[in-house]
């Protein structure tokens, strides 16, 4: 919508989000987050291509050591390489936080802009939050988790039928907050003059929302993405610690954790890096969103 | 406000339907099987009698019917007969898990203690521990105390229980030797009696880790509301006028301002009581302490369907019930507030 805009040079117009940034790089907090968060990117993403021992090749002969040259991270019980555990692990627990963010977010958005918009789906929407938001979340995961687990696998293999079934179940219950901010804000939206503007020309519904409601309620969307990924993540990495999650074959941090306690006396290591690793990205994720938040609040960025 | 309760009451009871038929469904429509453990030797007209026995024959929605019956008429009118030995039950059937083949909620009374004593404890600790860093980080805002303060917080409001619970148990179980002083043990013991100080003092050894690990998670939240709270407060114009009157800064940060703040911080921690229980699930694995959680989480592994709906409901009563104190409780506190 601004490229028009930065064609005329002559007024030198700002795009709005190089005012977001600006305000963002005052975040020190934030700015910590984006380098350690594009650290573990890096680290999953390109890791595995730089060191590339397979993660899941087994060498019995050098099993439970420590960290040596050939295995920076040592190995473990089966003599699998820990640090192409780590990357790999890291890929799928990105992975995981990432699409479970976007199923929630979609769900959120609809349920929040068709409640705010149609005034008669606004009671009955909103009750269904409440319900979801009444519901004992964990156990409840845990049951979905253990109950399908087995014959999602059969049906569609081990590690799609794991990320399919968790990715699903985290998603469905993490969508109400996004959707009572939304709601909230395309409530007070709908009561602004280019709405009313925009529908004294005749603006169909469906495109009302996707031109004008949509793109206002980014900033709020924007900061419980953020805030969503955090949330899968340690959602996630719970249910493989409680042994529930991905199988050993796909190791998630969370799943290395809850292997490495089994041998913790012998290899406390094991359990160390998942720990860190699991931390950084979820501090670094909830600093970026702090930043976020305050970036994208106009009463703040204007001081 | 007591017909707004009363409303409010009224909205739970399907609220609460709605979510024992949720858990129900799930685990009817569910492949498993509660006999799957069994030996494959017994033969196939037996575990029919066997299922038979469990109350399995009969179509899903008798047996949901049964299980609400029994739990608000059944087991109510138990618990009214040992406290005033009348004889109300008449021997009536309870609801009997499929693992133990002994009555739920004899399981969950043996449960209970060990999770108010270690959860509840990690709560109550946490809160109040919140509540001064908090009052202190908005006072002097980006002082040294604020600064450390906010980032402790931020790291335990996103590091996970699992994750603090095992770095802690690598460092006061593993690296230090046994016969320090310093070591303390990594599994909970549930038979120990406390008779005298020195079972007091294994005792006390034993909460340390997992009550520090639930208080700095419930900490680390309250005290953001906390200090944010303070920060709104403190910024009004009844506390210039309580300065330009010359109130002391120690009655206006206790009495005027830490009153006020304290309001949306109250409902908060009311909000996170249930809590307690669900978030017990991790931490009581983590440290092994066979309470309330780690029993759901056996009997989720087991097919208990009838325990798993059982301990499921009563979390939900209890998220239910919370989320009305806290309501109500706003509206209590804050004049502001009118619900009718």
């Excluded at chain 1, 590339?52 to 040259?69: F, H, N, Q, V």
């Excluded at chain 2, 026995?53 to 040992?82: C, H, K, M, Q």
């Excluded at chain 2, 294994?202 to 208080?215: E, G, K, S």
């Excluded at chain 2, 304290?262 to 909000?271: D, E, H, K, M, R």
Aim: glycine fraction near 8%.
């Amino acid at each position: 919508m601004t490229d028009r805009t930065i064609d005329l040079k002559a007024a030198k117009p700002r795009n709005q989000w190089w005012d977001v940034w600006d305000q963002f790089r005052t975040h020190k907090g934030a700015l910590m987050g984006m380098f350690v968060l594009g650290f573990i990117l890096f680290c999953t993403l390109v890791g595995p291509h730089l060191w590339d021992i397979d993660p899941k090749l087994i060498d019995i002969r050098a099993r439970a050591k420590g960290p040596s040259m050939a295995h920076p991270l040592g190995t473990d019980q089966l003599g699998r390489d820990m640090l192409a555990r780590l990357f790999s692990g890291g890929r799928i627990t990105i992975a995981v936080g990432m699409t479970a963010m976007v199923l929630s977010l979609v769900l959120g958005t609809f349920i929040g802009v068709v409640a705010g918009y149609f005034r008669r789906l606004d009671g009955i929407l909103m009750r269904l939050t409440d319900l979801f938001l009444a519901l004992p979340l964990l156990p409840l995961l845990l049951l979905m988790v253990m109950l399908f687990r087995e014959s999602l696998v059969l049906s569609l293999g081990p590690e799609n039928g794991v990320f399919i079934l968790i990715v699903f179940a985290i998603g469905i219950t993490s969508w109400m907050h996004t959707a009572r901010i939304v709601r909230g804000d395309v409530l007070a939206l709908k009561e602004r003059e280019f709405v009313l503007a925009s529908r004294s020309i005749g603006t169909p519904a469906r495109r009302m929302i996707l031109r004008h409601i949509l793109p206002n309620v980014m900033s709020p969307i924007m900061v419980s993405a953020t805030l969503g990924v955090a949330n899968a993540v340690i959602t996630e990495s719970a249910l493989s610690f409680l042994g529930l999650g991905f199988p050993p074959d796909f190791p998630t941090w969370g799943r290395l954790l809850s292997d490495g306690m089994v041998y913790i006396n012998q290899n406390p290591e094991r359990v160390i890096w998942p720990a860190i690793a699991l931390s950084a990205l979820v501090l670094s994720i909830n600093y970026i969103g702090d930043g976020l938040r305050d970036a994208l609040d106009p009463r703040i960025r204007g001081r | 406000m007591l017909t707004f309760t009363i409303r409010r009451l009224l909205f739970a009871i399907p609220t609460l339907l709605f979510i024992s038929l949720v858990i129900f469904l799930i685990l009817e429509l569910a492949p498993g099987d509660p006999l799957a453990d069994m030996p494959m030797t017994i033969p196939p007209d037996v575990k029919e009698k066997i299922r038979l026995s469990l109350g399995l024959g009969r179509p899903a929605y008798i047996r949901y019917g049964l299980w609400l019956y029994n739990l608000f008429v059944t087991e109510p009118s138990y618990w009214i007969d040992s406290a005033f030995h009348t004889h109300l039950a008449d021997g009536a059937q309870r609801i009997i898990s499929f693992q133990t083949r002994a009555p739920v909620f004899d399981t969950i009374a043996e449960r209970i203690p060990q999770t108010l004593l270690v959860v509840g404890m990690g709560y109550l600790v946490g809160t109040l521990i919140s509540l001064p860093i908090g009052i202190i980080s908005a006072y002097k805002q980006y002082s040294w105390f604020d600064q450390f303060g906010t980032f402790v917080s931020m790291v335990g409001f996103s590091v996970p229980t699992f994750v603090t619970g095992v770095m802690l148990i690598v460092i006061f179980s593993v690296m230090i030797p046994s016969t320090s002083f310093f070591w303390l043990p990594s599994i909970y013991d549930t038979t120990l009696r406390v008779t005298d100080w020195n079972s007091f003092v294994l005792q006390f050894r034993q909460m340390i880790m997992p009550v520090f690990v639930l208080a700095l998670y419930q900490a680390a939240q309250v005290s953001r509301y906390m200090r944010a709270s303070m920060l709104d407060n403190l910024s009004m114009d009844y506390v210039r006028t309580a300065r330009a009157k010359g109130l002391s800064e120690r009655v206006l940060l206790l009495k005027h301002v830490l009153r006020n703040s304290l309001i949306p911080v109250i409902t908060v921690i009311a909000l996170g009581v249930p809590s307690i229980f669900t978030g017990a699930i991790i931490t009581e694995n983590v440290f092994k302490v066979n309470g309330l959680g780690q029993q759901l989480l056996l009997s989720i592994q087991g097919n208990d369907a009838p325990m798993v709906l059982t301990i499921s409901f009563i979390f939900a009563i209890l998220i239910v019930l919370f989320n009305l104190i806290a309501d109500v409780l706003y509206g209590i506190l804050d004049p502001r507030i009118r619900y009718d």
